[in-house]
C-alpha cells in the first residue's frame, strides 16, 4: 500500500517556474520508481520525468533542459522543478509510485489526484 499525494501547482507566468512536490507514504519500501506526469489539453498523458530509488533520473523531451526532478529521502518526497515555463506546459500533473515487479502503465501502481500547472502568457 504506497500513497501519493501531489502538490504546489499553480499560476505562473510564462518563463516562471514551479516546484511541485509528491509524498509518497504508505509501504514506502516498496517503492523502485516515482515518476512525474502530465496531461494537457487534447493530448494523451506523457511522462516528464522519473527518479528511481538509486537516484537515477529519466526526462522528457519536453523537460529537458528546463525540468529537474529530485528527491528528499528523509522525507519521502520527489519534486520536479520546473523552470522557463511555457504555456505549453499547461495541465494536469500526476505523480506515482511503482514497485519494481510494475510498469507505470500496470494495474496496481500508485496515482495521486493530480495537481494543476496553469502558465499564462
Known amino acids: 500500500q504506497i500513497y501519493v499525494e501531489e502538490s504546489g501547482g499553480g499560476s505562473v507566468q510564462a518563463g516562471g517556474s514551479l516546484r511541485l512536490s509528491c509524498e509518497v507514504s504508505?509501504?514506502?519500501?516498496?517503492?523502485?520508481?516515482t515518476g512525474w506526469f502530465r496531461q494537457v489539453a487534447g493530448k494523451v498523458r506523457e511522462k516528464v520525468a522519473d527518479i528511481n530509488e538509486y537516484g537515477t533520473t529519466w526526462y522528457g523531451d519536453s523537460a529537458k533542459g528546463r525540468f529537474t526532478i529530485s528527491r528528499d529521502n528523509a522525507k519521502n518526497i520527489v519534486y520536479l522543478q520546473m523552470n522557463r515555463l511555457n504555456p505549453a506546459d499547461t495541465g494536469m500533473y500526476y505523480c506515482?509510485?511503482?514497485?519494481?515487479?510494475?510498469?507505470?502503465?500496470?494495474?496496481?501502481?500508485?496515482w495521486g489526484k493530480g495537481t494543476r500547472v496553469t502558465v499564462f502568457s
Open positions: 506515482a509510485a511503482r514497485p519494481y515487479s510494475l510498469l507505470f502503465s500496470e494495474p496496481g501502481v500508485s
Open positions: 504508505g509501504d514506502t519500501g516498496q517503492v523502485w520508481e
